[in-house]
C-alpha cells in the first residue's frame, strides 16, 4: 500500500471527516496533506512526529509506511484502532483543554481499569 492509501485509512481511521479536518486538528496546511495523500510529496520526519499521536499511530510505523524505500521493508498496513483510542489520545494530550489535574485523574483511573487486561496480554504473548 502507498503511503496515501495508509494515511487515508489512518485518517479515516480515527474518525476525523475529511482530510482537511485532520489538517486543522494537527495544525498543518490542508494542501499538504493533500500532498501527501496524492503521493506528490511524502511528509517530513518533523511532520510525522506532529502527526502521529493524533492518528494514534507510532512515529516508526509512519516512517516505515512513508519511507519504505529508505527503511527496506512494506509499508504496514494500519491497524484497526477502536474509536475511543483516538478520542483517549485527544484528552490526554498536552494540549488537551483539559486541566492537568484532571488529565492525571484520568490517566490514573484508566490505568487501574487496564492493568488486569494488560497482564493477561503479556501471558498470553509469553506463552
Known amino acids: 500500500m502507498s503511503f496515501g492509501g495508509y494515511l487515508k485509512e489512518a485518517i479515516q481511521a480515527a474518525r476525523f471527516p475529511t482530510p ?7 495544525g498543518i496546511d490542508p494542501s499538504v ?9 511524502r511528509p517530513t520526519i518533523r511532520s510525522i512526529e506532529r502527526i502521529a499521536p493524533v492518528l494514534g499511530r507510532s512515529i ?3 516512517v516505515v509506511a512513508a519511507y ?4 527496506g521493508g512494506p509499508a504496514p498496513q494500519p491497524p484497526a484502532n477502536h474509536p ?29 481499569m487496564i492493568d488486569p487486561y494488560r497482564k493477561v496480554v503479556r501471558r498470553k504473548r509469553t506463552a
Open 84 to 112: 475511543l483510542v483516538h478520542e483517549l489520545a485527544l484528552l490526554l494530550a498536552e494540549d488537551s483543554p483539559i486541566p492537568a489535574a484532571d488529565r492525571q485523574a484520568l490517566a490514573t483511573v484508566l490505568d487501574r
Open 68 to 71: 519504505p524505500d529508505r527503511v
Open 33 to 41: 496533506v493533500l500532498r501527501w495523500l496524492s503521493e506528490e510529496q
Open 20 to 26: 482537511t479536518h485532520f489538517a486543522r486538528a494537527v
Open 60 to 62: 516508526n510505523e509512519l
